[in-house]
Nanobody, 122 residues
């Protein structure tokens, strides 16, 4: 039901925008989180946005470089990634949790997309 897209290969310092869209799931009722998982590492949070878009949080390691946004009319959430670093290389997942709050732990999320690969070369 959730589809993450937009990943790819980019050089360090470059930018990518990944998108999270949904079929059969009205995202305007859901808080959305972006998570990532690098090879051999645990999945970690990146950024979160409430259903209205009024509350947003970034993890420290992406703060100032990544921007999360949503367009509820398009049923899509975006993650704009700038100043990318090799350590940002991972599979990026979006997840959805029904409700109006901001949700920032993996366990809270109900629906997960399949992930999109982001590779940053040095």
């Amino acid at each position: 039901q959730l589809q993450a897209s937009g990943g790819g290969l980019v050089q360090a310092g470059g930018s990518l925008r990944v998108s999270c869209s949904a079929s059969g799931l009205p995202l305007d009722y859901y808080g959305i989180g972006w998570f990532r998982q690098a090879p051999g590492k645990e999945r970690e949070g990146v950024s979160y946005i409430s259903s209205s878009g009024s509350s947003i949080k970034y993890e420290d390691y992406v703060k100032g470089r990544f921007t999360i946004s949503r367009d509820n009319a398009k049923n899509t959430v975006y993650l704009q990634m700038n100043s990318l670093k090799p350590e940002d290389t991972a599979v990026y997942y979006c997840a959805a949790k029904w409700g109006v709050n901001l949700y920032n732990t993996i366990a809270e999320y109900e629906y997960w997309g399949q992930g999109t690969q982001v590779t940053v070369s040095s």
